[in-house]
């Protein structure tokens, strides 16, 4: 069965719409995580749902021994162009995360930029923590970035327009059935493409409950890439690591 996911990250616009997501952006996201690991050269990461692979190319570009995993095809066509430009060698694999499986056990495995609460069913999300601590190397960690619900329930804004490269861009964020919902329309000459997003809404304990259940330890909790400490009320980020 078709997910939004399927048709929203393999679109020519997605990227686009992303685009102040950027290498600037990443490179202070990974700075920040090896700021609080003590990761040894030459360490084994998995990116979960690496996108075009803004992280992973960084994390390769430290000396790190990077795999990356999406399921669209146009992202990791994207990122393996980037990788092949600048001489990096980056296994970049399409996979569905909860179906991924290597001989080769990880240091680090991310997942960043919510990439996480796509799917419909609650067993089937928290298949990413599992599989995450699987994966892992005894004492390794797992590193998650969502958003934090409360903040973003408080915050959430319904509209915004504007215009890329001739296209107006407008994207409806709203609430329905315990999920954060959005759909994007792009019109350009004319016509109108329409896609959507949906992220299942959990909350700081539901998700704090579950790793600790699955095995983990959770050492730090911060509210944002600035290394704020994590506040239920203000953090727009809830950004864990966690220890197998």
Not at 111 to 119: D, Q, R, V
Request: net charge neutral.
């Amino acid at each position: 069965m078709k997910q939004w996911f399927d048709d929203w990250f393999n679109s020519p616009e997605y990227l686009e719409v992303y685009k102040h997501r950027n290498e600037i952006d990443a490179e202070k996201h990974v700075n920040f995580i090896l700021s609080k690991l003590n990761l040894e050269p030459n360490s084994n990461i998995l990116d979960m749902a690496c996108g075009a692979g803004r992280h992973s190319i960084i994390f390769a570009k430290k000396g790190f021994n990077v795999t990356g995993i999406d399921l669209s095809e146009n992202l990791l066509s994207e990122a393996i162009k980037i990788a092949l430009k600048e001489k990096l060698d980056i296994k970049f694999i399409k996979s569905d995360i909860r179906k991924f499986n290597s001989e080769n056990k990880f240091n680090l495995i991310l997942n960043l930029f919510t990439s996480f609460g796509y799917f419909n069913e609650d067993e089937d999300n928290f298949l990413v923590f599992t599989k995450a601590f699987e994966l892992l190397k005894t004492s390794g960690f797992f590193v998650l970035d969502f958003f934090n619900k409360d903040y973003m329930l408080r915050n959430l804004i319904p509209l915004t327009e504007e215009f890329k490269n001739g296209k107006k861009i407008i994207q409806k964020r709203f609430v329905r059935k315990g999920r954060i919902e959005k759909t994007i329309q792009i019109i350009y000459n004319g016509l109108t493409k329409e896609y959507s997003e949906s992220v299942k809404l959990y909350s700081v304990d539901q998700l704090k409950n579950k790793l600790l259940e699955i095995g983990f330890e959770i050492v730090n909790l911060f509210g944002d890439f600035d290394g704020s400490e994590f506040n239920k009320e203000s953090s727009p980020r809830f950004i864990a690591f966690c220890r197998k």
